[in-house]
């Protein structure tokens, strides 16, 4: 964002389209991940499997059930609290809050950005090192 007034960042969280939108929905990958497609975060997918990094379910790991990119919040399975009348309900969870612990790749354009971003790290990774090393 290029303001640091409160008032305008929120404005601007809350009227954004959906293009920029889907970028807020990122969520770090977990270790394993990271290292396989060189990639720290991605926006979260229904299909994905998440683990819940805060909050009173934490440690618990399921699969995103449902995205709601109006408010900013995914569902994950088994993730519900019961109604007075018993009904259970999707807690809605931020999906800061969440670790991508296993990716959904049905998607080809999916699997496409991975590629690309995953590439363009491990360009930066190995120009890192021969810079460092041309530098002793």
């Not at 440690?59 to 900013?72: A, L, M, N, R, S």
């Not at 998607?107 to 810079?131: C, F, M, P, T, Y």
Request: charged residues 30%; without cysteine; aromatic residues 4%.
């Amino acid at each position: 964002m290029k303001t640091i007034k409160p008032r305008k960042q929120r404005k601007r969280l809350h009227q954004a389209p959906l293009h920029k939108r889907y970028k807020r929905f990122s969520a770090p990958l977990s270790p394993k991940l990271n290292e396989s497609h060189n990639i720290n975060s991605v926006p979260v997918r229904t299909g994905d499997t998440v683990q819940i990094m805060a909050g009173d379910r934490k440690g618990f790991e399921g699969k995103v059930t449902g995205v709601d990119q109006g408010k900013y919040r995914v569902f994950v399975e088994g993730v519900t609290r019961e109604k007075v009348d018993g009904t259970p309900v999707p807690i809605p969870l931020h999906p800061s809050k969440v670790m991508i612990t296993q990716l959904n790749l049905d998607d080809k354009w999916r699997r496409e950005i991975l590629k690309r971003k995953g590439a363009g790290e491990k360009a930066q990774k190995v120009s890192g090192i021969v810079a460092e090393s041309e530098g002793e």
